[in-house]
C-alpha cells in the first residue's frame, strides 16, 4: 500500500550552492560573510539569508588557486594559474580594483591576507 501525503508544501527560502569544497573563510569584523570555492570560483555569501550576494571569478582562461580576505572583510586578494595576483573591492558587485603579474609562485604573498 503506498503512503497517501494529503499536504502539498511550497518553498518558503532556497539556500543557494555557496561552496563545493576547498578554501572557506569568514570576514572577522563583523562575521556576516563567507568567502569559499564554488566551482572554481571565490563566492561571496551572506551568513544571515544564505544568499550568495556576488560571486568572483578567474575568466575562462584561468582558474584561481588561492584567495585571502583582508579582517575587515573589504579586500579579496586571489591568485591564478596565470600568475596574476587580484585585488577585489567588497562592494555588492565585487569590482576588480587591481592586478599585478608575478614573475614566480604567488601563494606566500597572501599569508597577510589569509584566513584563521
Not at 52 to 61: I, R
Not at 106 to 111: E, F, I, K, M, N
Request: aromatic fraction near 12%; charged fraction near 25%.
Amino acid at each position: 500500500m503506498k503512503p497517501h501525503f494529503s499536504r502539498t508544501f511550497r518553498v518558503d527560502k532556497h539556500i543557494e550552492a555557496c561552496y563545493t569544497g576547498g578554501k572557506v573563510c569568514i570576514a572577522e569584523k563583523d562575521a556576516s560573510r563567507l568567502f569559499g570555492w564554488c566551482n572554481g570560483d571565490v563566492a561571496v555569501s551572506d551568513l544571515k539569508t544564505g544568499r550568495v550576494l556576488f560571486t568572483v571569478t578567474a575568466g575562462e582562461d584561468d582558474n584561481f588557486t588561492t584567495f585571502g580576505v583582508d579582517s575587515e572583510g573589504k579586500v579579496l586578494v586571489t591568485a591564478g594559474q596565470s600568475q596574476l595576483l587580484t585585488s577585489w573591492e567588497l562592494t555588492d558587485s565585487g569590482e576588480e580594483a587591481w592586478v599585478w603579474r608575478a614573475r614566480g609562485l604567488l601563494y606566500g604573498v597572501l599569508s597577510n591576507y589569509d584566513c584563521q
